[in-house]
């Protein structure tokens, strides 16, 4: 089945120093790529939606120059925090859509867990 | 808009107790609804879905049927395992909407204890 691998499972940086996070479609091509952002006993919230080779569409309240996505390629796309803060840290999932699978498209990453210090 | 509702936990059952996770949903058209599980520190993993009104997911025990007349997708489990214990998320997808992204509930922790 379809695999997203995203890296690092977990991450801890100094305030005031940027974090990317990657996820890669292993053997498939990831034409619609999502960003979640999970708090404490929360939710997804969802981010922003990338399509390859086009800008980021972010979710409103989201920072878009605080969280840089990048989804250069069909198979590799991106989240960079830049200069991170405390309140930035959470732990953030991706997901991949391939599209023309219908409901059975959607498949998750790992997650990763930032801690700022 | 869309929205998912689930209800709130923690839930703590016995070993092969029966579980029920309640879902609503609203939906400008006619999503797809999903149930996910997210096991300690890790992503998420589908663990059923439900394309049209009155299919039925099933996965590993699990079951939710969709409801339309009562917007719902309850998920249920005869006898529950301690190796169930999760956070249990209900999503939607309403790609007649123009967007496939998944509309997630606020998660329901469930602890099985032995």
């Known amino acids: 089945g379809a695999v997203v691998s995203q890296h690092p499972s977990w991450v801890i940086c100094k305030s005031g120093t940027s974090v990317k996070i990657e996820c890669r479609s292993l053997?498939?091509?990831?034409?619609?790529m999502f960003w979640y952002r999970q708090f404490p006993k929360q939710s997804l919230m969802l981010m922003a939606t990338?399509?390859?080779?086009?800008?980021?569409?972010?979710e409103q309240g989201v920072e878009k120059d605080k969280f840089l996505i990048n989804h250069a390629s069909l198979t590799l796309s991106t989240l960079t925090v830049t200069s991170a803060h405390p309140e930035d840290s959470s732990f953030y999932i991706c997901?991949?859509?391939?599209?023309?699978?219908?409901?059975?498209?959607?498949?998750f990453g790992s997650g990763t867990r930032l801690t700022v210090v | 808009g869309n929205s998912v509702t689930q209800m709130e936990g923690p839930v703590t059952l016995s070993e092969e107790a029966f579980l029920t996770i309640n879902c609503t949903y609203t939906?400008?058209?006619?999503?797809?609804l999903f149930w996910y599980v997210q096991y300690p520190g890790e992503g998420l993993q589908l663990l059923l879905k439900?394309?049209?009104?009155?299919d039925k997911g099933s996965n590993k025990g699990f079951e939710a049927t969709y409801r339309k007349e009562t917007t719902s997708f309850h998920l249920e489990k005869g006898s529950v395992q301690v190796s169930d214990s999760a956070v249990y998320f209900c999503?939607?997808?309403?790609?007649?909407?123009?967007?496939?992204?998944?509309?997630f509930g606020k998660g329901t922790k469930l602890s099985v204890i032995p």
């Open positions: 997901s991949a859509f391939l599209s023309g699978t219908g409901v059975n498209g959607y498949t």
């Open positions: 053997d498939f091509q990831a034409t619609t």
């Open positions: 990338s399509n390859e080779g086009s800008k980021a569409t972010y």
């Open positions: 939906a400008t058209g006619y999503p797809s």
């Open positions: 439900a394309t049209k009104a009155d």
């Open positions: 999503a939607l997808s309403d790609s007649g909407a123009g967007s496939y992204q998944l509309t």
